[in-house]
């Protein structure tokens, strides 16, 4: 068979697939009468009450000298780790706003962060391709910590990494090559390669993942693709599932507290919720904007009741959501204490109390939700 006759083939194989994408996304359509906000409005339900006095700037974090791309929070502790492009990781205490660590990195362009399930070590990576992890109780100076070890064996950089919950062992992380890996933390070695070279897998940068906390086997991730997938462990030669509907890059994902959904935020502007089991998108999350000021979700976190989702955007603003009805509740971006910059990144502490906002103008500032409101919706 000549070349010519495979790239005819396989450009009629790749009309039949589009033509086919396009009457499964027609089919879902017509099964879906409604969406979440629409049958909540229909029920008579009404968005939250929410003031700026139910989220209040309690502290600023102050020490980094370069735009900060990541945070994570301790499980189990009032500790923030953020990573900055100032080459640094520094770990936080949000109660008192004290810095406990400030780890000087060999490859200063860093780009995630992430918590061991103990909090006793981070982990971080970025342009040099590789996890790196920091145990904080190395009996050294609190500036000079070594590194405990090197995860290597991605082809391009690494965007995300994330413990497995409980599991100090086990990590995620997710590439430029395209690929999510799950590491053995202790030997140094990949458990298994999602993605790559299986046709089921992204077909761009992969920019970040979210394990499912109720089972951890499964994790979502977001892609320069314009989809999330969805990826058990257990069967690393294919994705679960394809979840399309954006039209941009996925920047990020996020569970949904009851593990059997999950949000994303994109380049298009839009936050969406999926069901993880059927596939179907449940709600868009979006405002309007001029066609030529069209800000970037790069960030999102879901209280504990999944009531409220928390979304941050290339503009500054960092919108409240109420995911029942659909609507903006409260935008940080509009206070006198707002950030100045773009957000690059948020969350949630583990007991759904207070978030953190992490921007370009080298802060983050943590946001307190006010009782009985925060007894109430998180």
Known sequence: MSVAELKERHAAATATVNSL???LKQRRQLLLDTDVAGYAKSQGRSAISFS???LVCCRILQGHTGKVYSLDWAPERNWIVSASQDGRLIVWNALTSQKTHAIKLQCPWVMTCAFAPNGQSVACGGLDSACTIFNLNSRVE?????????????????????????????LITSSGDQTCVLWDVTTGQRISVFGGEFPSGHTADVLSVSINSSNSNMFVSGSCDATARLWDTRIASRAVRTYHGHQGDVNTVKFFPDGQRFGTGSDDSTCRLYDMRTGHQL??????HDDNDVPTVTSIAFSLSGRLLFAGYSSGDCCVWDTLVGEVVLNLGTLQNS?????SCLGLSSDGSALCTGSWDKNLKVNLLQPPFYKLYT
């Open 52 to 54: 700026p006095t139910d």
């Open 283 to 288: 709600q868009v999350y979006s405002q309007q």
């Open 142 to 170: 609190r500036d000079n910590i070594p590194v405990s070890r090197v995860l290597t064996g991605h082809k391009g950089y690494v965007y995300s990494c994330q413990y497995v919950p409980d599991q100090e062992s086990r």
């Open 339 to 343: 950030h100045d910059l773009r957000i």
């Open 21 to 23: 994408r396009e009457r």
